[in-house]
């Protein structure tokens, strides 16, 4: 879900790709990305306007860009139902009307109540990169490249735009793929978390200076390695509410996964990767519980032990 679960990628030069022989070389040994992300906490939040907020030649999410999923996330009228399962909470939708149903690529949303966690413990594992290899095993690489970091005036609340790249390995006869994502994220409360999200380049304010505000020495190349194709999160969201037992949570995605694999297909598959990964997760919600890891957040929302902090 967070992954996180966000110019246009739609020239990839990948596209039509043939696939591989079973796995893409790990993009670690082709490139160096820094072991730390540049962290930038920002103070003069009063000179920056809401349609104008940007650092770094990229407009970052503000407190109310975030906010405004909820109404994505209630909204009933232009999604349809794909399936329910009443025994496990489960619903899933896809965009009919409006902004996300328009393009090949549909916007899809996933509803799980009870899931057996707390929020708390559901980001700390996701966001656990020490130890996410040890339960997912198709995560190649994760790294977080920048960190940007405010107070809304208004709410009072810590707003933090983090800019990842993750990367997951190919599965024959799929070639691998990897995402560059710019998210914004608020902690309401304790029991509250939610975040937006996209492709890096959609929120690139001058694209003409691509390769000056996001150089290939940070980045890597705009569009991806040649074993890996760099898919694209045109939207991705997500809320999660609960208590210290149990949460519920809703995630927004539109993904263009890029390469041979038909809009078709792929709208047709979607609908099977959340199940997927809550079980998944739980694997890994369940390794922290054995290793008696506690799910605690640094002021970044991400672990408190994460090694590109420390």
């Not at 980001?123 to 990169?129: A, E, Q, T, V």
């Not at 990367?167 to 978390?193: C, E």
């Not at 380049?201 to 020495?217: A, D, F, Q, W």
Request: hydrophobic content about 35%; overall charge negative.
């Amino acid at each position: 879900m967070f992954s996180s679960f966000f110019g246009n990628n739609s020239d990839n030069n990948n596209e039509g790709t043939s696939v591989n022989s079973g796995g893409a070389v790990d993009s670690c040994a082709l490139f160096n990305f820094p072991n730390k992300p540049l962290i930038k906490i920002i103070d003069d939040v009063d000179k920056l306007k809401d349609e104008n907020f940007v650092i770094d030649g990229i407009k970052l999410f503000t407190y109310k860009d975030i906010m405004s999923i909820k109404e994505e996330i209630t909204n009933e009228f232009e999604y349809e139902l794909l399936f329910e399962e009443p025994e496990d909470y489960r619903k899933m939708f896809i965009k009919v009307k409006g902004e996300g149903s328009e393009s090949a690529i549909k916007r899809h949303k996933y509803i799980r109540k009870n899931y057996p966690c707390s929020p708390e413990e559901f980001i700390s594992c996701l966001r656990d990169m020490k130890r996410r290899k040890v339960w997912d095993d198709r995560l190649e690489a994760r790294n977080i490249i920048r960190i940007y970091k405010y107070i809304d005036k208004e709410s009072g609340h810590t707003v933090i735009n983090a800019i990842e790249r993750l990367a997951h390995k190919g599965v024959f006869p799929v070639q691998g793929r990897d995402f560059i994502t710019l998210s914004g994220m608020i902690r309401t409360s304790k029991h509250h978390f939610i975040h937006v999200g996209c492709s890096v380049t959609h929120r690139v304010v001058n694209k003409e200076n691509l390769t000056s505000i996001l150089p290939l020495e940070e980045f890597g190349p705009i569009e991806g390695f040649k074993e890996y194709i760099r898919g694209e999160h045109i939207f991705v969201a997500g809320e999660i509410s609960g208590s210290e037992d149990t949460c519920h949570y809703c995630s927004l995605i539109e993904t263009d996964v890029k390469g041979w694999i038909p809009s078709s297909v792929y709208n047709w598959f979607v609908k099977f990767i959340p199940k997927q990964a809550e079980e998944n997760v739980l694997k890994g919600i369940n390794h922290r519980r054995k290793e008696n890891i506690l799910p605690e957040l640094n002021e970044y929302y991400f672990c408190i032990d994460e090694p590109a902090f420390l």
